[in-house]
C-alpha cells in the first residue's frame, strides 16, 4: 500500500477522533450561525444582561462560521484518507484548539471541568491522530 495512503487502523482511529471533533464543530458552529444571541448568552464571560451587539454578533457568526469550515476540511480528509490531507486537517484542528485553550485559560480561568475536558481533547486528539499519520501503520503495530 502507497505510504500516501492512510489505512487499517490508522484509518480507523482517525475516522473515529475526526468524528468526535467534527460533532463539536457542527454542533457549536451551527448554533452560532443560527442563533448567534443564545450562542453568546450561553458563551463563558458572556455579558450577564445577555446584550448581544452588533459586532458581538458578527464575532460569533465567524468564529462559528470558522468551526464549520474546520468540520468541512476534517471530513475530506476522513474520506479522501490521504496522509498529507490528514496531516494538514489535523494541524489546523491542533492549532484551533491550542488557540482556544490559551484563549479561555486567560479569559476564563474559573471555568468548569467540563469546559477544560472539552479543550483539553481539542488538543489531545488531533495531535495523537497526527503522530498516527505521520508514522503510519508501523505506529500501531508497535503497541
Do not use: C, E, K
Not at 10 to 38: E, F, Q, T
Request: aromatic fraction near 6%; charged fraction near 15%; charge should be positive.
Amino acid at each position: 500500500m502507497s505510504r500516501d495512503v492512510v489505512t487499517g487502523r490508522v484509518l480507523l482511529a482517525a475516522r473515529i477522533g475526526i468524528a468526535v471533533m467534527v460533532l463539536d464543530h457542527v454542533y457549536n458552529g451551527v448554533w452560532g450561525v443560527l442563533s448567534p444571541a443564545s450562542y453568546y448568552r450561553a458563551s463563558p464571560g458572556a455579558n450577564p444582561a445577555g446584550a448581544l451587539d452588533a459586532l458581538n454578533r458578527v464575532l460569533v457568526r465567524d468564529m462559528s462560521a470558522g468551526r464549520l469550515t474546520l468540520a468541512v476540511v476534517l471530513v475530506i480528509a476522513a474520506v479522501w484518507a490521504r496522509r498529507d490531507v490528514l496531516v494538514v486537517a489535523l494541524v489546523g484542528a491542533n492549532v484551533s484548539g491550542v488557540v482556544r485553550l490559551a484563549d479561555h485559560l486567560i479569559a476564563r480561568p474559573g471555568d468548569g471541568v467540563p469546559n477544560w475536558i472539552g479543550y483539553t481533547l481539542a488538543i489531545v486528539i488531533p495531535l495523537v491522530l497526527l503522530v498516527f499519520a505521520v508514522r503510519g501503520d508501523a505506529a500501531v503495530r508497535r503497541q
